[in-house]
């Protein structure tokens, strides 16, 4: 099951799933835009269906997750993808119903997503939880102190998560898929250097030109971690471009890779 499914990184992951032969839920808010993703799946050959749901809402998430057990008998694999960037400006210049909004989303709506798919994984003895954060999770990010705020808690709830479930061969890592051309990139660039800063006008200008991380090596991470060759590995914090393949026959150290982004020792 893949939240934010509809467009941006999500989408991005959920083409890549159903290439390597999954069977994917596209869990999103607008159903044209979940309608349109599933069409291209089927085109390429995969299988999906569509879940319509707001992951800020728990009775739509329980929802979803009983037509993916109805459908595919389950949730192996949970990738929570879905988010929305807030408010940009100064803390002071924004507004506290879209600072709380934001947080609900980005962050509440993980929470609802575990609640509901953990129980299934933990019956199994079998499971992987890839949550997706950003920009502001492992570094300051003025003027989006919503969105940073919001990811950086998402990376804390899942290292967390990786110790309560560690026993039952459940693991849940955070994902940063690094700058890509989305929305978010056209919200930063209509917002102006006055709300969002310079130096992410300039980020932002750079990834338009460039489409910024390609596709495939976001793809290529994500799956290693939805795959076997990653049950050592739990509780971890990785960015796309970090040296992420030579933990496939080694263990990471505890203190490697965590919040604070400790890469070597």
């Known amino acids: 099951m893949i939240t934010g499914a509809g467009r941006g990184v999500g989408k991005r992951l959920a083409m890549g799933f159903a290439q390597a032969g999954a069977h994917v839920g596209l869990l999103a808010r607008s159903q044209a835009e ?3 993703a599933k069409l291209e799946i089927e085109q390429a050959g995969g299988s999906a269906i569509t879940l319509r749901a707001d992951v800020a809402d728990l009775d739509q998430v329980v929802a979803a997750a009983d037509r993916m057990r109805a459908v595919f008998g389950g949730v192996d694999v949970l990738v929570a993808a879905a988010a929305i ?6 803390l002071l210049a924004t507004k506290p119903r879209a600072w709380g909004e934001t947080i609900s989303i980005n962050l509440v709506g993980v929470a609802n997503c575990c609640r509901v798919v953990l129980p299934g994984m933990i019956d199994r003895r079998w499971g992987k ?6 920009g502001g999770s492992g570094r300051s990010r003025p003027n989006f102190t919503a969105y940073a705020a919001s990811k950086t808690a998402v990376v804390r709830l899942g290292e ?3 110790d309560e479930v560690r026993d039952y061969n459940v ?13 978010m990139t056209d919200e930063i660039l209509h917002a102006g250097e006055e709300r ?7 980020d932002a200008e750079q990834v338009q030109i460039t489409g910024g991380i390609p596709a495939e090596k ?14 050592h590995i739990s509780g971890k914090f990785l960015h796309v471009n970090d040296d992420w393949r030579r933990f496939e026959r080694e263990n990471m150290k505890a203190e490697l890779y965590t919040l604070r982004r400790v890469q070597r020792i």
Do not use: K, M, W
């Open 85 to 90: 960037q807030g408010p940009i400006g100064p």
């Open 129 to 134: 939880i890839i949550l997706v954060v950003g």
């Open 34 to 36: 979940l309608d349109l």
């Open 218 to 231: 976001q793809i290529q991470l994500a799956l290693f971690l939805a795959s076997e060759r990653s049950n």
């Open 171 to 183: 693991q849940v890592n955070a994902f940063s898929p690094g700058g890509a051309y989305t929305h």
């Open 196 to 202: 969002a800063g310079r130096r992410e006008i300039e």
């Open 160 to 162: 967390c998560l990786a």
